[in-house]
Nanobody, 125 residues
Framework: QVQLAESGGGSVQAGGSLRLSCVAS????????MAWFRQAPGQEREGVAN????????YYLDSVKGRFTISQDDAKNTVYLQMDSLKPEDTAMYYC??????????????????WGQGTQVTVSS
């Protein structure tokens, strides 16, 4: 089993930055990728960015390309999401996820096996 714990959410004004962290614990061996998803009230959960552990390839939602950066620190079992130039439409609960399967894309919620509890990001105009 893998446990995921997110942190770093908060409230910022448009144009500001936040860095989310996701620490993985437990048996990480079966997982091949980690991702960040977000869900705004009344909307479906959508993938924002993911990173593949072996190839270190990354994929991004089109609307965050050039503003968000996903990275990993293997020594700390941590994945980060650096979010710059934040917009009000980025407001959502952000979730960390880990998957065992092979991916060559951002994937959907069905492609991930483990989830964190989420951290709220609120961007005001």
């Amino acid at each position: 089993q893998v446990q995921l714990a997110e942190s770093g959410g908060g409230s910022v004004q448009a144009g500001g930055s936040l860095r989310l962290s996701c620490v993985a614990s437990g048996n990480n061996y079966p997982t091949r990728s980690m991702a960040w998803f977000r869900q705004a009230p009344g909307q479906e959960r959508e993938g924002v960015a993911n990173i593949l552990f072996i190839s270190e390839r990354t994929y991004y939602l089109d609307s965050v390309k050039g503003r968000f950066t996903i990275s990993q620190d293997d020594a700390k079992n941590t994945v980060y999401l650096q979010m710059d130039s934040l917009k009000p439409e980025d407001t959502a609960m952000y979730y960390c996820a880990a998957g065992r399967g092979r991916l060559e894309s951002l994937g959907t919620t069905d492609d991930y096996d483990y989830w964190g509890q989420g951290t709220q990001v609120t961007v005001s105009s």
